[in-house]
């Protein structure tokens, strides 16, 4: 994903003279982040979990050199997205599930965590302080990236005496720029992502920078990511390095099981629903790198990459190619599920919580 940062920008008036929307570019619109107006900040002692927070112009933030997370990598991170319907009306998508897992890391890395009620509680006044940068109807979302991680200040190896709650925003489009229709992966034999016992199964920052050096190394041969492997045995698939990732054969769909080492990502778990809707039948299993070569499609999920379809992966240097297009399950998929989040679909599952 593009890394390039753009400041906040002036508003643009919307027909009838009023200031709707920030000065974007909204057909341009990718992974690169835009800085926004606010942003949502709570403290939390140790003991204490129910600090209110506060709404503030985004800004840098004043850390202690001694933080824990700068050295100690007590931290946590989620994301999800704010969309604008036809109506102009915002939805967020599954906000309860990001403060459920934010729960679930943050007792992992001893921190206290927001309830369900305060975390949904900030990310919609987050977004709503930010509504001029949430993008039209159809052109992208609002990205919320709510973070959690110790800023009390540490020397010996420990948690955090106090941590910090942020939530800050971007408008996005999509995540591969210019791989919008299928991605090209290879397989990553030397390097790992998680350890079984290890920090996989939660959204911990500790996770991503491990990987930098072979995502660099695959992008550099004309990757758009890499897909990684077990550590235990190098034999089974377990994630891309930003996503989740699902193989179709025949009717079934298959995805690796959440043994600890897997995120339990919040659009995965949606797809696997809506697959069984659609009577796919969905397996949720160690997957050996040969049934990732012999399948049909295979796609990726999460917030950022929605549903991409993957076209090739090479593996020791041999190319795989599989199904994309209109007629793949996948655009299936992706369709049902940004037609819910959208406001297009109708929602029978209560997945959105309009704003
Ligand atoms: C997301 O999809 O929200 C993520 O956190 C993945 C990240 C690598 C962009």
Redo the contacts with the bound molecule.
């Keep these: 994903?593009p890394s390039s940062i753009q400041s906040p920008a002036a508003t643009q008036p919307d027909s009838d003279g009023g200031e709707k929307y920030a000065k974007v570019n909204w057909d341009e619109l990718d992974?690169s982040l835009t800085c926004t107006d606010y942003m949502y900040v709570a403290r939390f002692s140790a003991e204490d979990k129910f600090s209110p927070g506060n709404i503030t112009p985004y800004r840098n933030i004043e850390l202690s050199p001694a933080a824990a997370v700068l050295h100690y990598g007590q931290g946590l991170?989620?994301?999800?997205k704010a969309y604008r319907r036809e109506d102009g009306r915002i939805m967020l998508f599954r906000p309860d599930q990001n403060a459920l897992r934010m729960q679930m890391g943050a007792e992992r890395m001893f921190m206290p965590a927001p309830s369900t009620e305060q975390f949904v509680d900030a990310v919609k006044q987050t977004v709503l302080a930010n509504k001029r940068w949430v993008p039209p109807h159809g052109k992208g979302s609002l990205?919320v990236?709510p973070m959690l991680f110790g800023t009390g200040a540490i020397l010996g190896l420990g948690p955090a005496p106090e941590c910090t709650f942020l939530v800050f925003t971007s408008p996005t489009g999509h995540?591969y720029k210019g791989s919008e229709k299928a991605v090209n992966l290879c397989i990553e034999k030397k390097f790992h992502r998680a350890t079984p016992g290890g920090t996989g199964g939660i959204?911990s920052i500790t996770n991503?920078s491990p990987v930098f050096e072979a995502l660099k190394g695959a992008k550099a041969k004309g990757f758009d990511d890499i897909i990684l492997l077990d550590a235990a045995t190098g034999k089974y698939i377990e994630e891309i390095?930003?996503?989740n990732i699902f193989i179709l054969k025949g009717d079934t769909l298959s995805t690796p099981e959440t043994l600890g080492t897997i995120l339990p990502?919040i659009?995965r778990k949606s797809i696997i629903e809506l697959a069984k809707e659609l009577n796919y039948k969905v397996e949720e299993r160690l997957i050996p790198v040969e049934d990732v070569l012999a399948a049909d499609e295979v796609f990726c999920t999460?917030?950022?990459?929605v549903v991409t379809p993957v076209g090739s992966i090479t593996y020791e240097g041999k190319r795989t190619e599989y199904r994309t297009g209109e007629g793949a399950v996948s655009h299936k998929l992706r369709a049902m599920l940004t037609g819910i989040q959208t406001g297009l679909l109708m929602d029978s599952k209560g997945w959105t919580v309009l704003i």
Excluded: I
């Design positions: 994903a992974f991170f989620e994301g999800l990205y990236r995540y959204k991503y390095a930003s996503c990502g659009t999460g917030t950022a990459v």
